[in-house]
């Protein structure tokens, strides 16, 4: 699959010109042609399919758009769709990608989502009725980034994973969130969201490049038909990000106890979660190893197996915490000698 043929056009139009609540009601019939009733789960906020190749694909069907665009233009030569109505190809490009995939006979796991540019309410609620992965997975692939030849991992930092990815001819690059933001770090598996071709998204300048498009469906065909050869990639947080600080500022307030020891785990974090060591970068289960206090950034650790923990860690002897530092001498964690350090979620 190279370009956008007629019965493309017509069918991104289809999409595109569909309210979500339309949308959803279509991609739940639709469905049954591609997998078997026991494996489709429908639910107000979510469609959720088992395939038979252990990667599952995700799109979000609403846009920022109040109304669905009447006219729908394309350039053949230039290979760009647009509307003056605003094209919403965020995400219809992914819902029209999974499409295309699920037509050249591919059958990877799929979720299509509800309200992800309201705050992933699609994945929240998925999130909510599925404590963990309902079905084996090797990793995630959200189809619902601007641009071409982009790959985000947000808060996730398994570095294995993101060489992995890269090697289909991604280049790793920064965003906010998208629906994996909520499901990866839920289910422990790690996920990536790549770019399907729109530009100046939420806004009626939006524009989607085809041949953008159609390259990542190309390569995410490619990442399915090499399953044999990769492996399961657990979610390991970036414990820098905003999203950890709030973690760890409940973990800190076990420090105020007097029996510190018998609070290092507390029982919300004895789970099956998996980190990396921020020094050696061993993956190891949570509850083995630290959480040590930041010397870059406020209300934030890192993770350090028992091995690194006695190198360029000191226990700070107002509050008993451990925090890095460079200096053997210092005696306070920077909370406690009243260092300021920059808030990560303004970084």
Not at 5 to 28: E, P, R, V, W, Y
Not at 91 to 102: E, P, S, T, W, Y
Not at 235 to 252: G, L, M, V
Request: net charge negative.
């Amino acid at each position: 699959m190279n370009e956008m043929n007629k019965a493309d056009f017509q069918l991104f139009k289809t999409i595109a010109q569909m309210k979500q609540k339309s949308l959803h009601k279509t991609m739940g019939k639709l469905m049954y042609k591609y997998f078997d009733k026991e494996k489709i789960t429908i639910a107000k906020e979510y469609i959720i399919c088992e395939g038979n190749i252990p990667i599952m694909l995700v799109a979000h069907m609403d846009t920022v758009f109040k109304k669905a665009p009447e006219r729908i233009y394309y350039d053949s030569k230039k290979r760009v769709m647009w509307s003056p109505e605003g094209l919403g190809a965020d995400d219809r490009a992914g819902v029209f990608a999974i499409l295309k995939i699920l037509q050249a006979g591919f059958r990877p796991s799929i979720c299509f989502t509800t309200d992800e540019e309201l705050g992933s309410i699609g994945a929240k609620a998925l999130v909510r009725d599925f404590k963990t992965c309902p079905f084996d997975l090797k990793y995630i692939i959200e189809l619902d980034r601007r641009g071409k030849d982009d790959c985000v991992f947000y808060d996730c930092v398994n570095e294995e994973f993101t060489d992995y990815v890269e090697k289909f001819g991604f280049i790793t690059d920064w965003g906010t969130f998208s629906d994996i933001s909520d499901i990866c770090p839920s289910w422990k598996i790690a996920g990536v969201n790549l770019s399907v071709g729109y530009r100046d998204e939420h806004s009626i300048a939006e524009t989607l490049n085809t041949n953008a498009l159609f390259a990542t469906i190309n390569k995410v065909i490619k990442m399915l038909e090499d399953v044999e050869n990769t492996k399961y990639y657990i979610y390991i947080p970036d414990t820098t990000s905003w999203y950890y600080s709030k973690i760890a500022s409940k973990y800190f307030q076990y420090f105020e106890d007097d029996d510190w020891e018998d609070n290092m785990y507390p029982s919300e974090y004895e789970s099956k979660s998996f980190c990396q060591c921020h020094k050696c970068k061993k993956i190891l289960p949570e509850n083995e190893v630290f959480f040590v206090k930041s010397k870059r950034y406020k209300d934030c650790v890192n993770h350090y197996c028992m091995n690194c923990v006695v190198n360029g860690v000191n226990w700070c002897k107002n509050c008993g915490a451990p925090f890095e530092t460079d200096s053997s001498e210092q005696q306070l964690c920077p909370d406690c000698a009243g260092t300021t350090l920059p808030d990560v979620s303004v970084v």
